[in-house]
Nanobody
Framework: QVQLVESGGGLVQAGDSLRLSCAAS????????MAWFRQAPAKEREFVAG????????YYADSVKGRFTISRDSAKNTVYLQMNSLKPEDTAVYYC?????????????????WGQGTAVTVSS
C-alpha cells in the first residue's frame, strides 16, 4: 500500500513563499516519477511540476516556470515544491502524485497514486 502525504499549505499574501512537502511510504515504493498538481475551485486539476525519481528530468507548467522549484530527497522518499512570488491565481488545493513509469506526464490519468491534498490560499 502506497501512501502520499502532503503538508506545508496555508494562507499567505501575494509575493510570499511556501514550501510543500510530500512524504511517500510503502514497503516497496519505488516511483519512476512524481509530480505536483493543483485544483482551483470550479476548475480541473492541472499539472504544476514533475520530476523523475533519478532527478534527471524536471518539467514545469508555463504558469509557474521561474517561480516554483520541484526537488526530491530519495533517502527520505520525499518530494518538495518550493513556491516563490506567489500570486492569487496560485490559490488551489495542491496534490502530490506518483507514477511507476520513468517519465513525467502532465495528464492526471497517467499517475498511479495520489495524496489527499494541501490547500494554498494567496491573498492579494
Amino acid at each position: 500500500q502506497v501512501q502520499l502525504v502532503e503538508s506545508g499549505g496555508g494562507l499567505v499574501q501575494a509575493g510570499d513563499s511556501l514550501r510543500l512537502s510530500c512524504a511517500a511510504s510503502g514497503r516497496t515504493f519505488r516511483p519512476g516519477a512524481m509530480a505536483w498538481f493543483r485544483q482551483a475551485p470550479a476548475k480541473e486539476r492541472e499539472f504544476v511540476a514533475g520530476i523523475t525519481w533519478n532527478g534527471g528530468n524536471i518539467y514545469y507548467a508555463d504558469s509557474v516556470k521561474g517561480r516554483f522549484t520541484i526537488s526530491r530527497d530519495s533517502a527520505k522518499n520525499t518530494v518538495y515544491l518550493q513556491m516563490n512570488s506567489l500570486k492569487p491565481e496560485d490559490t488551489a488545493v495542491y496534490y502530490c502524485a506518483a507514477k511507476i513509469g520513468h517519465f513525467i506526464a502532465v495528464a492526471v490519468t497517467q499517475y498511479d497514486y495520489w495524496g489527499q491534498g494541501t490547500a494554498v490560499t494567496v491573498s492579494s
